[in-house]
């Protein structure tokens, strides 16, 4: 379900997003990192034979010169450019991994979700074995799609709520509740997506890590002072203006399935103190995310090619792909029927 927060910032696309802790950019031509990008040569006797990579090949030499390709904590931070995806598989395979993708498709949100598995079938976690978690109040109505080989649906009723907002709210007690079954230890990695998107381009075992968060798209290129923190110290979601890395999208999280479900346990926890306290979260589960990543840091940063809604924002030169987007819908429509 994604919020109108979108619209906050959507035009600010310069060279700067989402502010460090002193206030630095993203997205800087000052920053550069050269030795990510040094050519080498080298020479190693291996079984009596000579290895020589060429002049100027190199060990690693992402293209990408004027973005943050790491986080102040040595996080790396995922751009098209950054990563080899073949050295990747190679490794992953080996580790013979099982992908959990969790998705809340309830009320009228279910529409969107033949696209969701679809475009998912095409793009997301393409050769290894994936189990989709539905989490659904309409278990009758959820479409039947052909899935390949090792990868398998798991339908999962959920009741509904009156407002969209406790729907999205409860997802973080849903997820923590189903990681605490004997069924989640088929799974290595859980990634959490909203349901009214679709995938249109590679989204792979490069995003895979302990937790990841997802730079959001309205603001990666936004002063820290604009980030729509919640900023009521009686909240537990609360940051006050002087701290904050970035600003992360509820839309798409994940990890390892123990980091995960101590994510989502966490987030659940600190909401019910703010429904005791009679106080809700400006961007509800989104706003505990966001305190969550702060005290407890991602080993990844999704860049916003993982989030983007071409219906909102313009595609900017910066971003080379756009792997995961919004849907086109009517906001008040959906989400109260």
């Not at 050519?39 to 002049?55: E, I, L």
């Not at 999962?156 to 709210?169: E, I, K, N």
């Not at 990844?300 to 030169?317: A, F, I, Q, R």
């Given at each position: 379900m994604v919020p109108q927060q979108w619209t906050l910032a959507g035009k600010k696309l310069g060279l700067a997003v989402a502010r460090r802790s002193r206030g630095s950019s993203l997205l800087q031509p000052a920053l550069r990192f050269p030795a990510l990008s040094m050519?080498?040569?080298?020479?190693?006797?291996?079984?009596?034979?000579?290895?020589?990579?060429?002049?100027g090949s190199a060990l690693w030499a992402p293209r990408l010169?004027?973005?943050?390709?790491?986080?102040?904590?040595?996080?790396?931070?995922?751009?098209?450019?950054?990563?080899?995806?073949?050295?990747?598989?190679?490794?992953?395979?080996?580790?013979?991994?099982?992908?959990?993708?969790?998705?809340?498709?309830?009320k009228k949100y279910i529409t969107f979700l033949r696209l969701f598995l679809e475009s998912a079938e095409q793009h997301f976690m393409v050769g290894y074995r994936v189990t989709y978690c539905v989490f659904t109040d309409r278990p009758a109505d959820v479409p039947q799609v052909g899935l390949g080989p090792g990868r398998r649906l798991a339908v999962?009723?959920?009741?509904?709520?009156?407002?969209?907002?406790?729907?999205?709210?409860h997802r973080m007690q849903m997820i923590s509740q189903f990681l605490e079954q004997p069924s989640r230890q088929e799974m290595d990695y859980l990634v959490c997506a909203d349901v009214d998107m679709k995938f249109q381009d590679h989204v792979g075992v490069e995003i895979l890590t302990p937790l990841f968060g997802t730079l959001h798209p309205g603001f990666y290129t936004s002063k820290r002072d604009a980030f729509t923190?919640?900023?009521?110290?009686?909240?537990?979601?609360?940051?006050?203006?002087?701290?904050?890395?970035?600003?992360?999208?509820?839309?798409?999280?994940?990890?390892?399935?123990?980091?995960?479900?101590?994510?989502?346990?966490?987030?659940?926890?600190?909401?019910?103190?703010d429904r005791a306290n009679n106080i809700e979260a400006v961007w509800h589960d989104e706003?505990?995310?966001?305190?969550?990543?702060?005290?407890?840091?991602?080993?990844?940063?999704?860049?916003?090619?993982?989030?983007?809604?071409?219906?909102?924002?313009?595609?900017?030169?910066?971003?080379?792909?756009?792997?995961?987007?919004?849907?086109?819908?009517?906001?008040?429509?959906?989400?109260?029927?």
């Open positions: 050519r080498t040569t080298y020479s190693q006797s291996h079984h009596g034979k000579k290895m020589v990579a060429a002049a010169r004027d973005v943050l390709v790491l986080t102040p904590w040595l996080a790396p931070i995922i751009w098209e450019g950054t990563f080899n995806i073949d050295i990747l598989n190679e490794q992953f395979r080996l580790q013979n991994i099982t992908v959990g993708l969790s998705v809340f498709a309830v999962l009723p959920v009741r509904s709520y009156p407002r969209w907002q406790d729907v999205s709210m923190y919640e900023r009521r110290p009686q909240s537990q979601a609360y940051i006050p203006h002087d701290q904050g890395d970035f600003y992360y999208m509820g839309a798409f999280f994940g990890g390892s399935v123990a980091e995960v479900h101590r994510l989502t346990k966490a987030c659940h926890v600190a909401m019910a103190v706003s505990h995310l966001n305190k969550y990543l702060l005290l407890r840091k991602p080993t990844k940063v999704l860049s916003p090619e993982y989030l983007w809604d071409l219906h909102m924002l313009p595609w900017p030169s910066v971003l080379k792909k756009l792997r995961f987007v919004a849907v086109h819908k009517n906001h008040q429509e959906i989400r109260n029927r």
